[in-house]
């Protein structure tokens, strides 16, 4: 599991059996803890201690153990290697298909990590972007795979089991078994629980601090996909003229020069030409710049394939006005649009934003797995699209999450073309409104933008930052991420830093200064709009 898994997308109510799963947990620790000598103390008889355990025994001691709902199917006992150190992985199974892998490290730091998913999920195939030790140890690790193993999403048709514990219960569940197996293992709770996920690994971030704020003390949600349905409504609108409309598709060649036109455009603006749009605050292109005058040509762009990209870049609203989702901000469309909005690559023979709209309309809102989701008016279909959003999107309330000091670090890449930075500025906003002002979630909630950054990572921004140590100092020492002088570097594949910029606390955004070396972070000071 602590192989970095990099997949796409990797793609309101409080959760009614919370009661139910912690009676478990308090029952599972229970009768974990209660074994013991003749004074019924929990201590055996003097003179027959039991030496301890060797980490080999501590492991196989956990093969086979069932902990309530939950059953452990195997547990290996892993060398030490490549940086990590000895651990027992532990393999789970809670009822029929929701599956969790458990790293039990020799060395532990007294806390866990549970990483995120992505896509669908459907698989065990974390997304881990910050280092798995601190300096008084390694982390025990969890992972799941979001209660199925089918990555298209085909499993969530008329399965409002699996549909809920997708979108809201896996982790909560995932978390008691783990729990209780940390305790059988170390004979003791960990004194700090974190989560990190990306994309629907953000999702799962947020939608543990809002149904289940007792759960972790921090969470960090990179690039979330906090409301499925809006973002997957919002790329079926695309789709309808990306692939619906003759004449609108915008091929490859179309899509770098839309790149080139926003770099020559708005690079400068953040008083460097380094080929990263930072200041995306003040960049307004308009595509309609490269409308065709003189016949088609791939340095311009057809009526058709203006009216293409004005959806990808406007907002998308219902008939009545009602908004569903910002649009997407120019930049990065000569790496982005291949795999998300053209698709006829090696990876993404479809586009992605076309296969998440199919899915999620077919299995959650229409039950048709045939469904033309080209055809699809969500007008029409407003009440089920509202019960899929109560399923499997999270709330702007975060307010019993912050009463129990809880924190939550935000960060999105500008260059995104899976989900739209401006969506999470929405959530920020959103998050305010809901907590009572913008004191109550500063206190709590930091956000942070990385330009030029891609889907979770990749693009030509600094993609490379530890928000998990920056949370853990949020929430140990009490010193907010914004005050800890965060650096994002971009990285080769040796591990080289090739440059770095100040990760800047939203809206602020990394300006050079006019002097130093245009790759060190140092050149450039955090600014506002």
Known sequence: MRTVHRAALAATKKGKHRAGYHALLGALAMSLLACGGDEGDGQPPPGTEQ??????????????????????????LVAAANGVGEHCKVAGLIGTSLRFE????????????YVGGGGWDGAISPILFSPPRDASGEYVMVASNGGHDDPTGGVFLNNPEVQ?????????????????????RYGEQPARKYFEGCS??????????????????????RAPAYSFTELTLAFN????????????????????????????ECDALDGVDDGVVSHVEACAFDPASLLCTAGDADTCLTQGQ???????????????????????????????????????????????QMFFAESFIRNWIMKDPAYDTLQFEPEAHLPEIQEAAEVVDASFDLTEFFAREGKVILVHGTYDWAISYKGSIEYWNGVADAVGGEAARDENMEFFLQPGVQHCFGGVGADT????????????????????????????????????????????????NGSGDANDAASYTCTMP
């Open 51 to 76: 030496p301890a355990k060797t980490p080999q025994e501590a492991c196989d001691a956990l093969s086979g153990v069932t902990l309530g709902d939950a059953t452990l199917s195997s547990a290996t």
């Open 102 to 113: 458990v790293e039990l490290p020799t060395e532990w730091n007294k806390k866990l990590l």
């Open 164 to 184: 809920q514990d997708f979108g809201y219960l896996q982790i909560h569940k995932v978390l008691g078994a783990v729990l209780a197996t940390v305790q059988e």
């Open 200 to 221: 629907n690994g953000g999702r799962e971030a947020l939608i543990q601090a809002t149904r289940w704020p007792e759960d972790f003390d921090g969470v960090v949600a």
């Open 237 to 264: 609108n695309i789709m309808k003229d990306q692939l619906g409309t003759p004449g609108g598709q915008i091929t490859t060649a179309k899509a770098a020069t839309m790149s080139s036109a926003v770099l020559a």
């Open 306 to 352: 203006l009216e293409t990209a004005q959806a990808i870049y406007g907002e998308f609203t219902l008939q009545d006005g009602t908004s569903i989702y910002p649009g997407w901000g120019p930049g990065g469309e000569d790496e982005g649009f291949p795999a998300w909005l053209i698709g006829n690559t090696a990876d993404s023979p479809v586009p992605l």
């Open 465 to 512: 930052v530890d928000l998990l140590s920056a949370l853990e100092t949020w929430v140990e020492e009490g010193r907010p991420p914004s005050t800890q002088n965060l650096v994002s570097s971009k990285v080769d594949a040796t591990g080289a830093v090739q440059f770095e910029r100040p990760l800047c606390k939203y809206p602020e955004y990394p300006r050079y």
